[in-house]
């Protein structure tokens, strides 16, 4: 395993988001053997001490320092999931790979980069000699640089992974060996009209854009009702307690002046906090680039804090000068493995069986990503890993037939939750108030008629990701209620028609 960061767990502000692993990622967290090392480092919501009766609670806290709570409901599917930092999640993952490397089956190089990737072999200059057979050249080479002393190693896997994110190295290789093997002009002819193999389906969204910023706060930070005038000091209100949801509420504003401040819950009362800012790039946060004036930007925004108690100095400087990041637009693969044929022997060797075949796959945000939106982008990366482990042990080790079953399984999961993304629960971020309500509405709508008829009407899509049925499943379930509702309000609407009309022509109701 190649990782170019120092360490597995190391901190990174700007990814020290929050996870909620649910049932597809305890799926693999299960068969690693980890989850119990997950549910220690995280918040179950079985166990939050204010989860009753199925419910899961959070406080807003409001501008003036009050709080306000709020409710929602959620699926018993949903009691076990787990809310934990990547960070501790990460580590939970390590401790499963120790086990692994000690028992010689991995071994993890830190600080490397895989840098250069070659898939398929090139012909071997000249006959086959016994010094330098042909057949020993390899289908894949993968050479990888130590980061600090630029030390280079070269490996040549028969299965490459690429786990490496959406800037995926592996899913490039994957492209630039297509290019070659159709040669020159007919990949510029693919390029033009998109149909590279490894291109990837992009759609829309509309988190897909937005920026976010990850700020850090002490442990169980303090809220307040702001002095008059503002400044520093005022009475203290209340607590953002790490093992609750919370969501700061900043003061009425434009909307590109608007901030809110969204706190996942957290396991260990003595960790810092982080909270979320997440809003369109023409916002003024994103003009605060210095400590002071981030810090002034924050005071007015959340009177309720006392941001110069909250962060230091050097805190908010950092964050003023973050990249922070950007959601992207919901995209997906539709082809995400190849199997690379074994070099030609030379007449004089034996042919390679198709069981010897090479073979890379990519997995996780190489081959789908998404706005966090449905907290989906982890769990469906490990359920990706479970997948391709199945197909694999299916085919008996074989890639030239397991590869092809991981990917025709896999590939319909894809692009069925890139699709949900589009849609299911974008306007969470308030980046548009009247669009938003209009998605309240609808959720509603759906909960109502399910409750009335769940024969007939499914819940909300956001609700139907976590129920234990393939993302396929949801996304047919919510069209179908969609066409039902839709076929409702004509219903409705033509028995209306009728009334008014009898109405009219002065037909008494019979
Ligand atoms: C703000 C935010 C909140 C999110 N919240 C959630 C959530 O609540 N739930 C959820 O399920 N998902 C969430 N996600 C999405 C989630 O983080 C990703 O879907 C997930 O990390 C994908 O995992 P991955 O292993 O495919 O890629 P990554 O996590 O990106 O890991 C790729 C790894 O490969 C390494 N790497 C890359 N290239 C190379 C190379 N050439 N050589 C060596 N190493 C390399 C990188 O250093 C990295 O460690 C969120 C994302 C964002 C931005």
């Known amino acids: 395993m190649l990782e170019r960061r120092p360490t597995l767990d190391a901190e990174d502000a700007d990814r020290s988001y929050v996870y ?29 001490d204010f989860m009753q009766a199925g419910r899961r609670e959070g406080a807003g806290v409001l501008p003036d320092g009050k709080t306000k709570s709020s409710v929602i409901q959620i699926k018993d599917e949903m009691r076990s999931n787990v809310w934990l930092p990547r960070t501790a999640f990460l580590r939970a993952l390590s401790s499963g790979l120790r086990t692994a490397e000690a028992a010689g089956r991995v071994s993890l190089l830190h600080n490397t980069e895989a840098a250069d990737i070659r898939l398929g072999a090139a012909p071997a200059p000249g006959p086959a000699s016994p010094s330098s057979p042909a057949a020993s050249r390899p289908a894949i080479t993968v050479t990888a640089t130590d980061i600090t002393t630029g030390a280079s190693r070269t490996f040549a896997p028969r299965l490459l992974v690429g786990a490496d994110g959406m800037n995926s190295a592996v899913r490039a290789a994957l492209e630039r060996h297509e290019e070659e093997e159709r040669g020159a002009g007919a990949a510029a002819a693919a390029g033009a009209g998109g149909e590279g193999r490894f291109r990837p389906v992009v759609l829309d969204s509309p988190a897909a854009g937005l920026r976010f910023r990850v700020l850090q706060l002490p442990p169980n930070a303090p809220f307040r009702r702001p002095p008059p005038g503002g400044g520093s000091g005022g009475e203290e209100a209340g607590r953002l307690e790490n093992g609750r949801f919370g969501k700061v509420v900043g003061v009425r504003a434009p909307r590109l002046r608007a901030l809110a401040l969204g706190l996942l819950p957290l396991r260990d009362p003595a960790a810092p906090r982080s909270a979320n800012i997440i809003v369109p790039p023409e916002h003024e946060v994103w003009a605060q680039t210095s400590g002071e004036a981030l810090r002034d930007f924050l005071q007015a925004s959340f009177p309720q804090l006392d941001i110069g108690a909250l962060m230091t100095p050097q805190q908010l400087a950092a964050a003023a000068t973050s990249r922070g990041g950007v959601f992207p637009r919901p995209q997906y693969l539709r082809h995400f493995t190849a199997v690379v044929p074994q070099p030609q022997p030379h007449a004089a060797e034996p042919a390679a069986s198709p069981a010897a075949a090479s073979g890379v796959v990519l997995l996780g945000d190489a081959v789908h990503c998404f706005p966090p939106d449905l907290g989906q982008g982890v769990n469906s990366s490990l359920a990706d890993a479970v997948a391709l482990v199945k197909a694999l042990d299916a085919a008996g080790g074989d890639l030239a037939a397991g590869l092809p079953a991981f990917e025709a399984a896999a590939a319909p999961e894809a692009a069925a939750l890139a699709e949900l993304m589009t849609f299911s629960y974008p306007y969470q971020y308030n980046q548009d108030p009247v669009a938003r309500a209009f998605w309240t509405a609808n959720f509603l709508m759906r909960m109502l008629l399910n409750k009335v008829a769940p024969w007939a009407f499914e819940p909300h899509s956001f609700l139907l990701v976590q129920q234990p049925i393939p993302y396929v499943e949801a996304l047919r379930r919510a069209h179908a209620t969609t066409q039902r509702m839709w076929a409702l309000a004509a219903a409705l609407a033509a028995v209306a028609a009728a009334f008014l009309v009898r109405a009219a022509m002065g037909v008494p109701p019979s």
């Open 20 to 48: 909620m692993i649910d049932w597809r990622g305890r799926s693999m967290t299960d068969a690693a053997g980890v989850s119990e090392a997950v549910a220690a480092a995280g918040v179950s919501t079985t166990t939050i």
